[in-house]
């Protein structure tokens, strides 16, 4: 059972366009992460976000960590072919990550 | 400096099989883990370390499955018997710290078919 629902599964966009993926809980996390994974290879660390409330800008790329630390978001601006990856969410507590199932992100040039 | 190493990189074996998957963590990197992904189920953490000690194996999957850490420079995870459902791509982390702003530096995985 995954505790983080990530949606959409799959996004196709053009070069150039907005997308926003989303990661929500039934549960309280101490705090989210989001990681890129592309083909091939293991995820690579985007952002950590531990405030309820928290944006984080990361040049094109912007999280949010939702007011009650249940959700987030992550909005790409003008995408490039570059930011095509597997995007997951992580939930944190203890010492242990818990990951949605992830958003398949392509841009297309 | 190298990031996380694992091997083999990719492994076919038939069922019934042992299959023994290596990793050498980032040096100075206390934590590490094991995880597994999926189509059907994502990354799903199996087993981690502190200090070389297993903390928490409540997501092996059962008996079968293995993981020890005999110095802090090396990991294995083995499989034995191996099944065609556990067909997966393995991956191994580590972190400098633990908890939930540590961040984990994944390895490039093993990708592990089961036949």
């Known amino acids: 059972t995954q505790l983080l629902e990530q949606s959409p599964q799959f996004l196709s966009i053009q070069e150039g366009e907005n997308l926003t993926v989303y990661c929500n809980s039934s549960s309280v996390f101490s705090s989210l992460q989001w990681y890129r994974q592309e083909p091939g290879e293991g995820p690579v660390l985007l952002v950590t976000?531990?405030?309820?409330?928290e944006v984080k800008k990361l040049k094109r790329l912007t999280f949010q960590f939702g007011d009650a630390r249940k959700d987030s978001s992550l909005h790409i601006t003008a995408a490039q072919p570059g930011d095509t990856g597997l995007y997951l969410c992580a939930g944190g507590g203890d010492y242990k990550l818990s990951f949605g199932a992830g958003t398949t992100v392509t841009v297309r040039a | 400096d190298a990031g996380v190493i694992q091997s083999p990189r990719h492994e076919v074996t038939e069922m019934g099989q042992e299959v023994t998957l290596r990793c050498k963590p980032i040096s100075g990197h206390d934590y590490l883990f094991w995880y597994r992904q999926t189509m059907m189920r994502g990354l799903e953490l199996l087993i981690y370390f502190n200090n070389n000690v297993p903390i928490d194996d409540s997501g092996m999957p059962e008996d079968r499955f293995s993981a020890k850490m005999p110095n802090a420079s090396f990991s294995t995870l083995k499989i034995q018997p191996s099944e065609p459902r556990d067909s997966a791509v393995y991956f191994c982390a580590s972190s400098l710290i633990g908890g939930p702003m540590g961040t984990q530096y994944f390895g490039p995985g093993t990708r592990l078919t089961v036949l």
């Open positions: 976000v531990v405030t309820g409330g």
